[in-house]
């Protein structure tokens, strides 16, 4: 299994991730060059969840919405799950906006079991 994430994830959980048996693969919002950019991501990536924080999609400043950086996640149906502590969720979905639904939130504290379980994988030890 392949896990894409974007710049700034925890190496950590890069690392508990590569431990429970998966890959992992840096991708880009398309401004920060820090991997393949989500918006040239094909099927044939064999992508299976994208992970990252929420300012690596969505941006005030920018001609840029969150729809418009993960659009081909979403139409390749690819999960995409961010990292926000959950107390704010409810903002996160507001600047979601449109993908608010495409989108799974997920409290740091928890990424690599959700991840885990996202991808239908229990992990190998409890921390």
């Known amino acids: 299994m392949l896990v894409g994430y ?3 994830t925890d190496a950590l ?3 508990n991730l ?5 890959d992992t693969l840096p991708v880009s919002n398309g401004w920060d060059n820090h991997g393949k950019t989500l918006g040239h991501i094909t099927p044939a990536d064999q992508i299976d969840v994208v992970v990252g ?3 690596k999609v969505f941006s005030r400043t920018m001609n840029v919405t ?5 659009y081909n996640c979403t139409l390749h149906k690819l999960p995409i799950m961010l990292l926000v502590p959950e107390c704010n969720w409810s903002a996160a979905k507001e600047c979601l906006g449109e993908v608010a639904d495409d989108v799974i939130l997920i409290d740091p504290g928890n990424a690599l079991e959700k991840i885990l ?3 239908g994988k229990a992990p190998s030890c409890s921390s």
């Open 53 to 55: 924080y929420l300012h």
């Open 6 to 8: 974007m710049e700034g």
């Open 18 to 22: 590569v431990v429970e048996g998966l």
């Open 13 to 15: 959980l890069l690392t």
């Open 117 to 119: 379980a996202k991808l």
């Open 66 to 70: 969150a729809k418009d950086v993960l």
